[in-house]
């Protein structure tokens, strides 16, 4: 049984940061993608950013140069560092795992954690 656990939301004033934490249990962690989407009130679910088990990453535009995605496999730990928040960035971030057995594509989701930012 798959289990994502996100940790590290919060409130942030506008220009700050947080980093985000998943922690993965109950699958080889190191040969899957993990991803952070995020979803606002009243939108749908987004990418935000995603890094294979090489460590290849992709950004959406809206936060290229602002957010940085990283994992450590040893930890079964996936992170997101955010920098220079904006209003547009509150959202409550979800972390993302994705599998694939037997070419079939399976995708676990954790909890979420809230993200504000505000002043």
């Known amino acids: 049984q798959v289990q994502l656990v996100e940790s590290g939301g919060g409130l942030v004033q506008p220009g700050g940061s947080l980093r985000l934490s998943c922690a993965a249990s109950?699958?080889?962690?190191?040969?899957?993608?993990m991803g952070w989407y995020r979803q606002a009130p009243g939108k749908e679910r987004e990418l935000v950013t995603t890094i294979t088990s090489g460590g290849l990453t992709n950004y959406a535009d809206t936060v290229k140069g602002r957010f940085t995605i990283s994992r450590d496999n040893a930890k079964n730990t996936v992170y997101l560092q955010m920098n220079s928040l904006k209003p547009e960035d509150t959202a409550v971030y979800y972390c993302?795992?994705?599998?694939?057995?037997?070419?079939?594509?399976?995708?676990?989701w954790g909890q979420g954690t809230q993200v504000t930012v505000s002043s």
């Open positions: 109950g699958s080889i962690f190191s040969i899957h993608t």
């Open positions: 993302n795992q994705v599998q694939y057995v037997l070419s079939r594509k399976y995708e676990y």
